[in-house]
C-alpha cells in the first residue's frame, strides 16, 4: 500500500466528489437570474467568495422548502468511484474529511442518497461547510421561505476570502487525527490555497487546480474518476 493512503484524506464536493457545482444548479433552477450578477462580481474581485455564497443563497425561490431541495439533491449522483474510494478508507480506519466551501444540507442529502452517512450503512464521513439555515414566515396566510447561510468555519483571516477556511480547517484536524501529512483532492479556484499547503494533490483532469498545481510545480496527479485514486494509493 502507498504510504500516502496512510495520510489524511481532504476532499473538496462541488466539482470533485460530484460533476457539477450543485449549488450552482440549484441557483440555476430556483434562484432569480441575478445571482450570475453576483458571481461575475466574485470572479471580478470585487465582493469575497463568503459574501458571494451569502447574497446568493437569499435568492432561492420562497416557494421551495428544505424537503423540495432535499428531493431535488437525492436524484444527484457521485462521481464514478467515490463510494469504493469511501468505503475502503473507513474500512481500514484511514482520516478522511470533505470540506466544502458548499452548503451542508445539500452535501448530506446527496451522500445518504448514494449511501454514505446514512443510518443504514456503516460508512461515515466527516463534512465541514457552510451551514444552511431556513426560516417560514407567514404574511396575510401566506407562507414563504427565507433562505440564509451561518459560517461556523469562517476565519477572517483566510486568503481565499470563503465561507470555510480549509487551511485552517486541516491544519486543525490534523491534530485530531494525530497525522502530520495530507493529501487533497479537489477541482478548482476554491482548492489554490489548501494545494500550497498539502503534501500530494489530487487535481480533476483539465481543470484550474491541475493548472495551478503544474505552474506552481506541486506534487501531483490528475484524475477523472476516483478508481484511479484508489488504484494510485494501492501501489
Known sequence: MNQISQWLAVCDFDGTLVNDDITDLILENFADNSWKNIENDWINNKISAKQCMQQQIKLLSTRIDKNFLADFCKKIKLRSGV???F???NAQNLPTIIVSDGIDFVIEQIL???GINSPTNNIKIQVFSNNLQVQNNNNNNNIFNIFDLQFPFYEAKCLAGSGVCKCALTEQYKKTCQKSKFFLVGDGLSDVCLARNADFVFCRKGYKLSQFCEQQKLKYAEFEDFS???D???K
Do not use: H, K, P
Open 112 to 114: 445518504i442518497a448514494n
Open 232 to 234: 494510485f494509493l494501492q
Open 83 to 85: 463510494f469504493e474510494f
Open 87 to 89: 468505503q475502503q478508507r
Open 228 to 230: 484511479e485514486i484508489s
